[in-house]
């Protein structure tokens, strides 16, 4: 690994000039004319009679994989824009114009899907079983389903059209609050303010007090914000769930479960494990207490490390012990991981005017993916990293596959991310210098657990109660902050003396419009790269191929499907997810047994 690697990204490479690009600019253009005249096919398309008539939407097809590719590549670009400053009011208008791209070619694709809905089913089969569309026949099923379950297309478009100021531009506000966000922080005698990045680092300092007290001015900073996020939460959700009442659904999870691509069975096998799990997560809680001196953990201690003497780690270190504990799993993932780091795919710089937490974007057109984080040299930033490059990987893996066939969803998104995270962590446990550190990094290992079982869960009680109270009226931030606190409550078991009634108005999550309830696909991650691990552990290096091609056929499968046809089980039982589980399990007793003494 070179040394001195540079924490900024390159951008220029893809178009030079930033917001400003001339290049950019053409590109919008293209991509605008290239939509138009989608748009005019597909107004043009008939429900085709025979399989002659049926092959003329192919070219249909095509131009969707293109516009698709040039939408995720403009998309891209001015997310990257918009995180690494903040106060860029260009990438902010160019926001605001993707958007209506993106919300258009919706609008194109679901009256496309229409025409497909109405074909007969016996042409069906014959049309998607040619050798030109077959490749496509998962995504194009599911679309075709999918809009014999939404309202009349004319109804449909509508919709579509009214959320780019309404929806999506209430989703896009949270990028205005947050960028307002300053919070004062004193240090060496000087007062400076930070961003809402800045600061939510802070909130994981090794020292108790520097949490406590940045967590005070955090939930300061985010009450003095709530009548503005209450605002934003509220219509949002309002929105859904008065699409989904006019499409006949009642369910808050029917749509996110499809686009999630699995089942409401898998969903609860999954959290009732973890459910009787949570005893024993519950008495590592405990005991981190007793070791921190404290009679209960709070919020911010949660996910504190056990020593307060923890160094700092460079970047440099970071990059190469990632590198190095990717190449003992998989010499491709390595490879690909060095490439990242010395092409400057990667944005880690700590300065002021960043945009709070971690992503990884995928340039469908270039080929390139490119991950944003605050690199603050803790253990949790390394992992963060590790995480990023986990999606990266897995979008490289994708490439030459038709672009609609790429679309996967984040559940197994956040399958590839949590591995990546496990094959570092793991390996850092095993091969600590002396117990002190093992101890520190094995706890460092259960904090995700804790996180994805306890943490996540309460975002999916909170956000499921949510929802079904708003179809009786708004709620007032005082509400929705006691229904956060409530939440977090039962999901932690009651395990912490304070918590943090105002989550709901700091997290990003709560706010975006692609991805409805952005919580649970997240413990499906963990919880599915666990159960992975356990077969890695098992099958050794032969397993790094099977994972490829895992994660390959994430884009044209449900996860039954998948999990059938690469691990032979049936994640509508309990039996993988306790496999899983066993593995977190094991962790947390050791954990105990090596801390028995010292309670």
Not at 373 to 395: D, I, K, P, R, W
Request: net charge negative; hydrophobic share 40%.
């Amino acid at each position: 690994m070179n040394k001195s690697l540079q924490q900024t990204w390159d951008l220029e490479s893809i178009f030079p000039g930033g917001s400003h690009s001339p290049k950019f600019a053409a590109f919008l253009d293209s991509l605008e004319k290239e939509a138009r005249e989608l748009r005019l096919a597909v107004q043009n398309a008939k429900v085709p009679k025979n399989l002659e008539e049926a092959k003329k939407l192919e070219d249909i097809v095509s131009m969707m994989e293109k516009c698709t590719a040039m939408t995720s590549e403009a998309g891209a670009f001015v997310s990257c824009l918009s995180a690494q400053d903040q106060n860029d009011k260009k990438a902010v208008q160019l926001s605001g114009r993707i958007t209506s791209i993106r919300a258009n070619l919706q609008s194109v694709i679901s009256a496309f899907s229409n025409v497909l809905r109405e074909m007969d089913d016996s042409l069906w089969d014959a049309w998607t079983s040619t050798e030109a569309v077959f490749p496509l026949k998962f995504i194009l099923d599911e679309s075709r389903n999918v809009a014999r379950e939404k309202m009349n297309p004319e109804l449909e478009s509508l919709a579509l059209e009214l959320a780019i100021d309404g929806y999506h531009g209430w989703g896009s506000f949270y990028d205005t609050i947050v960028s307002k966000i300053q919070i004062p922080n004193e240090e060496n005698g000087k007062t400076e303010m930070l961003s809402a990045g800045q600061a939510f680092n802070k909130l994981h300092h090794p020292s108790r007090e520097v949490r406590q007290e940045m967590f005070e001015k955090w939930e300061q900073a985010w009450t003095d914000a709530e009548d503005y996020c209450a605002d934003t939460l509220n219509h949002l959700a309002g929105f859904r769930l008065k699409l989904y009442a006019n499409r006949g659904w009642e369910d808050p999870l029917k749509e996110p479960l499809a686009i999630n691509r699995m089942s409401h069975e898998t969903l609860d096998s999954m959290w009732a494990v973890i459910q009787d799990t949570k005893p024993l997560l519950v008495e590592y809680l405990n005991r981190k207490a007793k070791l921190l001196g404290l009679d209960r953990l709070t919020w911010t201690d949660v996910e504190a490390p056990i020593r307060t003497s923890v160094s700092k780690i460079t970047y440099d270190e970071a990059a190469e012990t990632i590198t190095q504990q990717f190449e003992k799993f998989s010499p491709k993932l390595a490879e690909f991981t060095q490439m990242a780091f010395d092409k400057r795919w990667i944005e880690a710089e700590d300065r002021p005017g960043k945009r709070p937490g971690g992503f990884c974007t995928s340039f469908k057109v270039s080929n390139q993916t490119r991950i944003f984080m605050t690199f603050g040299g803790t253990v949790s930033n390394v992992s963060t990293l590790a995480h990023e490059l986990g999606h990266a990987y897995h979008q490289h893996l994708m490439r030459g596959l038709p672009v609609l066939n790429q679309g996967y969803a984040m559940n197994v998104a956040e399958t590839a991310s949590t591995f990546a995270e496990m094959i570092v962590a793991d390996a850092l446990v095993k091969g600590a210098k002396d117990e002190q550190e093992k101890l520190a990094l094995l706890e460092e290992k259960i904090q995700n657990t804790v996180s994805f079982f306890m943490n996540i869960h309460s975002r999916f009680l909170f956000e499921t109660r949510f929802y079904n109270k708003r179809k009786n009226g708004l709620l007032n931030a005082n509400e929705i902050s006691e229904m956060m606190e409530k939440a977090q409550k039962e999901a932690y078991c009651e395990a912490l003396s304070s918590y943090h009634p105002h989550f709901w108005a700091s997290k990003l999550h709560f706010y975006i419009t692609g991805v409805p309830f952005y919580n649970f696909p997240y413990t499906f991650g963990y919880m599915f790269s666990t159960g992975l691990y356990a077969r890695a552990l098992q099958e050794g290096s032969a397993f790094a191929d099977k994972y490829d091609a895992l994660l390959h056929d994430t884009g044209v499968m449900t996860v039954e499907d998948l999990a059938k046809k690469h691990l032979d089980v049936d994640l509508t039982q309990r039996d993988f997810w306790q496999s899983a589980a066993d593995m977190c399990v094991s962790d947390i007793h050791q954990f105990l047994r090596m801390t028995d003494h010292l309670a």
